[in-house]
């Protein structure tokens, strides 16, 4: 999705079902070839996993990446998981769909990983669209009773889960969020 396409979204007239709200964000995450990786100052860094893990990429990622804004995000069609679901959230708050980021961290494992819910039909759907994922589940929505079942759900699994909509800084470390975590 362009950035004219994204300030020409109107307001829709009437409640869109989970459906056409998914089929908006997989158009442009999931079938427009984002690649996972981020761009700074100009360039893209991408890892490369030909050889097991990208020890230089991961090191880059640690050093120089930065929440992207999401227009960079949206023009040169790279991200991370974070950069993901803020052009995820920017599309949302475009067709007035109430919208969360939420960060987890899984308790043995020490990853740290963001999605994001909305609320759609009376139901929360989370919808992983993290380009290069290789869930089961990606591109796939799952939907909750409400916030508190999908909490337990993450909880069940060893995640710690928070939400973090107003704790995002674009251009900061992305590191900084992990100071939310009890």
Not at 22 to 48: A, M, V, W
Not at 112 to 122: K, M
Not at 161 to 169: C, G, L, S, V
Request: hydrophobic share 30%; net charge negative; charged share 25%.
């Amino acid at each position: 999705m362009t950035e004219n396409k994204l300030a020409d979204m109107s307001t829709p007239q009437r409640k869109m079902k989970i459906t056409e709200i998914c089929d908006i964000l997989r158009q442009e995450l999931y079938q427009s070839g984002y690649q996972y990786g981020f761009y700074y100052n100009g360039r893209k860094y991408t890892p490369d996993f030909s050889n097991g893990f990208d020890e230089k990429f991961s090191n880059l990622q640690k050093s120089i990446y930065r929440i992207q804004d999401p227009q960079d995000t949206l023009k040169e069609k790279i991200g991370t998981c974070i950069d993901a679901v803020i052009v995820m959230k920017t599309i949302l708050d475009q067709l007035n769909i109430p919208s969360k980021i939420w960060l987890l961290h899984h308790n043995f494992k020490k990853t740290p990983h963001t999605i994001l819910t909305f609320e759609a039909e009376e139901k929360v759907v989370y919808l992983e669209l993290t380009p290069q994922s290789n869930k089961p589940w990606y591109g796939k929505e799952i939907l909750y009773e409400n916030e508190h079942s999908l909490v337990g759900s993450f909880q069940k699994d060893n995640f710690t889960i928070i939400e973090i909509t107003n704790q995002i800084i674009i251009g900061a470390h992305p590191d900084s969020l992990l100071q939310h975590l009890p």
